[in-house]
């Protein structure tokens, strides 16, 4: 039973054009959720994170939303750059508790010149 | 910097090889996780530990061992290897605490079971 969902194993984007990249979650104790980045040959690196107090949060060009009451959160990439190109893994957690985060399937970006 | 690493990146081995997979990381991070990575699954948890000699099992613990003798290390086992368990293997670490959930990830091991 997949508690976070990231239904798009794959999604191409233009250069210059908004990437917004899809992540569901069934379990409504997790409040903190992060996107990972990962490179092939190498390991995820952390991204961004949001709290379920906030509904945005913004770092540059990335940004993610909340929507609590939909249990989904996305996260934009505005502008989209070839660099970008990788796998993001959409990861949630429920901060009582000492648990591990449980991660999304991951979502395939090509970013295309 | 946080720095997490793995003792080889690409491995090779006969299947019924006992395989050892290390981790060490430099943060002083109490808790300590093992996650293979395949196509189409994602990252599956293995084991993890959140104190020296402590282990929990994950979603994915058959097949598989580890030890945590260190606070820095931890190792996961393969007891008899098979090409099942050719995959992308990640070593993670974090540190317990309000709004830290961040896991640092090490560069992973690609093994590859014959």
């Known amino acids: 039973d997949q508690q976070v969902k990231q239904n798009s194993p794959s999604l191409s984007v233009q250069e210059g054009r908004i990437s917004i990249l899809n992540c569901d979650y069934t379990?409504?104790?997790?409040?903190?959720f992060l996107w990972y980045k990962k490179y092939p040959a190498e390991g995820p690196t952390f991204l961004i994170s949001?709290?379920?107090?906030?509904d945005k949060n913004e770092d540059g060009r990335f940004t993610v939303f909340l929507n609590k009451s939909a249990k989904h959160l996305s996260l934009h990439i505005v502008p989209s750059q070839p660099g970008d190109s990788a796998v993001y893994f959409c990861?949630?957690?429920?901060?009582?508790?000492?648990?591990?985060?449980?991660f999304g399937k991951g979502t395939r970006l090509s970013v295309i010149a | 910097d946080v720095k997490v690493t793995q003792s080889s990146r690409y491995l090779v081995k006969r299947t019924g090889e006992k395989v050892f997979l290390e981790c060490v990381q430099d943060?002083?991070?109490?808790?300590m996780f093992w996650y293979r990575q395949d196509p189409g699954l994602g990252l599956r948890l293995i084991y993890f530990?959140?104190?020296?000699?402590?282990?929990e099992k994950g979603d994915i613990p058959e097949g598989y061992s580890v030890s945590r003798e260190k606070k820095e290390r931890f190792s996961l086992i393969l007891e008899s290897a098979s090409t099942n368990q050719t995959s992308m293997y990640l070593c993670?670490?974090?540190?317990?605490?309000?709004?830290?959930?961040?896991?640092?990830f090490g560069p992973g091991t690609r093994l590859t079971v014959t």
């Open positions: 379990n409504s104790m997790f409040d903190y």
């Open positions: 943060m002083d991070h109490e808790n």
């Open positions: 949001i709290s379920s107090i906030k």
């Open positions: 990861a949630a957690s429920a901060r009582k508790g000492n648990t591990p985060l449980v």
């Open positions: 530990s959140y104190d020296v000699k402590m282990k």
């Open positions: 993670a670490s974090s540190t317990p605490g309000t709004g830290v959930h961040e896991q640092y």
